[in-house]
């Protein structure tokens, strides 16, 4: 029978403590989502708190830009439905100080006025900041025009409930049959009182609320087109030939609908300059916006970096609660004890993220100066390991901070990890990045003759003739990077 032992063996390892853990996540954060946890670490901790100030500060600083416009027709038409839009951003607290809160006493930190409502101006009437408007939202916007039809009671009910089921982008997608259920009315609505009540809500502004799909939308918009022609071809298009229509087939267009390609191509444009998501027209704070991390800009000759200070938070340990507890600690008021460690551990860790931000930013702007002076075509091939040894941090380290972080450049708000893309050797043995290449082809496809758009294949032939070889699969996959449609789709009729 064999015998069993036991062995001591020896192996070093490395953990992450839980505090550095935690440090790490901090710092992967995006501004936004790190605002967030900093507002509900203050609301829970007595010993940290807001230094003065800090609004009038942040009203100065630059705050959130805008990313992208609105999705298109065509992808309207192939989705068919909504989609998720970032929310703004909240305002962001202002640079960590561990100062000494003053010498107030203890009763001037209860007698702060923490009110929040109307504040009236020196001379009893309401200040401006009261005065503005206030921001409608789709329903009230309809429901401010239902009320001035002259309706009966029971055909307002109706329309409401219709309009109270109308999604952001202003569509119907719940059957009648539901609604008119949900209504509640006695006698029960049938279904004609239903579908004339979602005729009075689609009469409505904006033109295509109410529709039920993106056909239905379009056509509520098409009584805007003048011209009876053009709007009657417009209406074939949209009823019987939407696909063919999202596929910018104007060819296909043209054979079935028996019209020259020109004229087509003419009323696939008008169309395309429909809505297709109304509702976004009204009251819609859903706009997707970003907070730059860091600004750059050019100081006497000098590219320079700076901490947006709309998003580094203005956070300090509150001396007159620490200076009591240490004063009058005891064993039991261990719970204490632990939150203000917790208050020194968060200060530090905010500090530590926005120094650690700000240096990957000035390294990262040292050897993309080129960039910054004449654009993508001037971007050097960059890997996180350059950045890693100049700042003297970890490759991952580096990767965390690039991480949903933001710059903006006069180029546009940027992530940092565009500034990093491996080099591509070119025919005389030169690097260039991928970036270079991708506004390479950007130039190329714009510089194209629209009725006779370029192939990702030509498109890579002419960089070969420029002595840059890159693989046709590579081509493709930086103009779709760039969300710059194919070939066909480019085609424009003569």
């Not at 990313?67 to 839009?85: C, F, H, Q």
């Not at 401006?128 to 429901?143: K, N, W, Y």
Request: glycine share 6%; charged share 25%; proline share 5%.
């Amino acid at each position: 029978m064999p015998s069993m032992d036991l062995r001591a063996e020896h192996r070093q390892t490395q953990t992450l403590s839980p505090r550095l853990q935690h440090a790490v996540r901090l710092l992967q954060m995006s501004s936004l989502d790190f605002a967030a946890m900093l507002r509900d670490t203050l609301g829970r901790n007595p010993f940290l708190e807001v230094e003065d100030g800090e609004g009038a500060e942040a009203s100065e600083a630059p705050t959130a830009l805008l990313l992208d416009s609105p999705a298109g027709l065509d992808e309207a038409i192939s989705a068919d439905g909504g989609s998720d839009i970032a929310t703004p951003a909240a305002d962001a607290i202002a640079a960590v100080e561990e100062g000494v809160g003053g010498d107030r006493d203890d009763r001037d930190l209860w007698s702060a006025d923490g009110s929040s409502g109307a504040r009236r101006a020196e001379d009893g009437e309401f200040s401006a900041l009261d005065m503005m408007a206030v921001e409608t939202s789709l329903a009230q916007h309809l429901h401010g025009q239902l009320n001035v039809l002259p309706l009966s009671e029971r055909d307002l009910a109706l329309a409401r409930v219709v309009v109270e089921s109308l999604d952001d982008d202003g569509y119907l997608r719940t059957p009648l049959e539901e609604l008119a259920d949900i209504a509640g009315l006695e006698p029960a609505a049938d279904l004609e009182e239903m579908q004339i009540a979602l005729r009075r809500v689609q009469s409505l502004d904006p033109a295509g609320v109410g529709a039920r799909s993106v056909a239905e939308c379009l056509l509520l918009q098409l009584p805007a087109i003048d011209c009876p022609e053009t709007r009657s071809l417009a209406h074939a298009i949209v009823s019987d030939h939407l696909p063919a229509l999202a596929a910018r087939d104007v060819a296909a267009l043209s054979r079935q609908l028996g019209e020259p390609p020109a004229r087509v191509e003419a009323v696939c444009d008008r169309i395309r300059r429909l809505d297709p998501r109304p509702g976004w027209r009204v009251g819609s704070s859903q706009v997707p916006y970003v907070v730059p991390d860091v600004i750059v800009k050019k100081v006497r000759g000098q590219w320079t970096v700076q901490l947006n200070p709309a998003i580094v938070p203005k956070v300090r340990l509150n001396q007159v609660y620490a200076k009591l507890f240490q004063r009058h600690r005891t064993p039991g008021n261990a719970e204490l004890g632990a939150h203000l460690q917790e208050a020194r551990w968060t200060l530090r860790n905010v500090e530590q993220r926005f120094s650690t931000i700000l240096d990957v930013a000035e390294a990262i702007v040292r050897r993309q100066q080129a960039f910054l002076d004449y654009g993508p075509m001037a971007m050097k091939p960059l890997g996180l390991r350059e950045i890693a040894e100049e700042v003297g941090i970890h490759e991952s380290t580096v990767s965390r901070v690039t991480n949903n972080k933001y710059m903006a450049t006069p180029m546009g708000v940027l992530e940092l990890k565009y500034f990093f893309s491996r080099a591509m050797i070119s025919a005389n043995g030169s690097a260039c990045s991928g970036t270079a290449i991708r506004g390479l082809i950007k130039d190329i496809i714009e510089a194209e003759n629209p009725e006779a758009p370029l192939s990702d294949a030509e498109i890579t032939r002419q960089l070969a003739q420029q002595g840059l070889v890159v693989a046709r699969r590579t081509v493709t996959k930086y103009r779709q990077m760039l969300k710059i449609e194919a070939v066909y789709r480019r085609r424009r009729v003569a």
